[in-house]
């Protein structure tokens, strides 16, 4: 008897052992993947930066530090609870319940989930800051970041990721949307990058454009004032990116958790390859002035990245470089599109994530063999995934593009949406910020490069386009 008091005792030990090490290692690795989310603000900012003109680069990188400050203090408040609070008797549009982080002490395991996913939460408006860029009022986009970050956001996050919301919720022992089987949206093309694409779009045609952009006399005024700003920024998104998809396991104590996260590395590696050559190859032999366009090709990278963001663990490698390609071409449709309606997106937001965020959402639907054990149910395959994607991507837009338009609409009409063209021409920095610069000037003499007027060449040793 004594001999079976131990054992049972160390059994008891050692499973209460191995329970703690399972929940130290997926601890760890959501945390250590929401900072890699959490660096991509730096991604953003910087790439943010470099594309607006000098005059306003302090006031673009303040704005990206209110998505950050501002939204994460909406989603400790409000956001949290819309997007993953399920009350015991939940509904299929919007959550309740740990607002301010209520009942977090009952289950520790719920701080790492509110960090990983109020990162994902604060990209959404991150991406509208940009579209809008140079012509926008500080306080109107704060006001519209909290509306994303408390609600228009949230709630798609609860339809989709919370378990019990109309893109995916149990019935009879199965998950199910209600078109038919629940949403495969892996990390977040149509939930986060969508989300954001729609938002960007609504603002920048609510906002108008920037004063003067569409004057053929002034074209390459509107030229980005720091292209190394832009690939650095690019860089860091990318390297962001392997938190933002393998991290979205959830999970790291098992065989099975390492292949898919490796799996989708390597997906989140080849797609932005391929989009990325597709657009240079585009823009130096097809689209004018055929020139090597290195600003497109990071765009070309971030296109790739947010067309595999949805399907990167459901499909093969051969299948993300499909994804990618079409990605490229996509994101380079959407980018002329825009231009031709002349609808000014300083960071072409809504190419890169509303158009390629589409393309995901849709690609998940296409791609993935049920074969494989990747939880693939492709179209190509014979699978019935697609309507569901559809059937997501719609309510989306018809989501994100209502809400947004009512809030910029009110935003416009109570003054708050739009710089005025004095301000504008004369550089937000200069009227708005202290220090009235962004770069010092005794530092661009010391490099022998001259500004003058707007300072719109660039200080830090790039010229600009002749």
């Keep these: 008897n004594a001999l079976n008091a131990s054992i049972t005792a160390l059994e008891a030990d050692l499973a209460t052992t191995l329970s703690d090490m399972n929940e130290s290692m997926d601890t760890v690795w959501m945390l250590v993947a929401a900072m890699l989310v959490f660096f991509m603000h730096a991604g953003f900012s ?13 006031n ?34 919007a959550g309740s319940g740990g607002s301010l982080m209520d009942g977090f002490w009952d289950d520790k395991s719920l701080f790492r989930v509110w960090f990983f996913q109020g990162a994902f939460c604060a990209t959404g408006a991150t991406i509208v800051s940009g579209a809008m860029a140079e012509r926008t009022q500080l306080g109107g986009f704060t006001a519209f970041t909290v509306l994303m970050t408390c609600a228009i956001y949230p709630i798609v996050i609860y339809w989709g990721w919370s378990g019990q919301g109309i893109f995916s919720y149990p019935e009879n022992g199965a998950s199910k949307s209600l078109v038919g089987p629940a949403l495969m949206d892996f990390a977040g ?18 906002v108008g454009p920037r004063c003067g952009r569409w004057d053929e006399d002034e074209d390459g005024e ?4 720091n292209i190394p700003f832009c690939i650095l920024g690019t860089f860091f998104l990318w390297f962001g990116w392997y938190g933002f998809n393998p991290g979205s396991t959830l999970q790291m104590h098992t065989a099975q958790d390492g292949y ?20 240079f190859a585009l823009r130096a032999l097809v689209c004018e002035p055929k020139k090597l366009d290195v600003g497109g090709m990071c765009n070309g990278v971030l296109a790739g990245l947010v067309s595999i963001t949805g399907p990167c663990a459901f499909v093969k490698s051969f299948e993300a470089v499909i994804i990618g390609l079409v990605g490229g071409c996509i994101y380079q449709a959407a980018s002329m599109g825009m231009r031709k309606a002349k609808l000014d997106d300083v960071v072409d937001a809504f190419a890169v994530h509303g158009a390629c965020g589409l393309w995901g959402l849709v690609a998940a639907g296409l791609f993935g063999d049920p074969k494989e054990g990747l939880g693939g149910n492709g179209f190509f395959y014979s699978g019935d995934q697609l309507q569901t994607q559809m059937f ?19 935003l416009m009409r109570i003054g708050m949406l739009r710089i005025s063209d004095e301000i504008q021409r004369e550089g937000a920095d200069n009227v708005e910020h202290s ?32």
């Design 46 to 58: 910087v790439l943010e930066a470099g594309c607006v003109r000098f005059k306003n680069t302090q």
């Design 222 to 225: 509107f030229e980005a004032h």
């Design 435 to 466: 220090p009235r610069k962004a770069y010092s000037f005794s530092d661009a003499k010391a490099m022998g490069t001259f500004c003058t007027g707007d300072m719109t060449s660039v200080v830090v040793g790039v010229p600009r386009h002749p």
């Design 189 to 206: 093309s149509g939930l986060v990058h969508l989300v954001g694409g729609i938002g960007a779009l609504v603002g920048a045609i609510m």
């Design 392 to 410: 997501a991507a719609l309510l989306i837009i018809l989501w994100v593009g209502g809400i947004s338009g009512i809030a910029f609409f009110i």
């Design 260 to 279: 898919t996260a490796s799996i989708v590395a390597v997906n989140t590696t080849l797609a932005p390859c391929c989009a990325a050559l597709v657009v």
């Design 60 to 93: 673009i990188m303040a704005k990206n530090l209110m998505v950050v400050t501002v939204g994460f203090l909406s989603w400790y408040v409000v956001g949290y609870s819309v997007a993953l609070g399920v009350s015991p008797t939940p509904n299929r549009f």
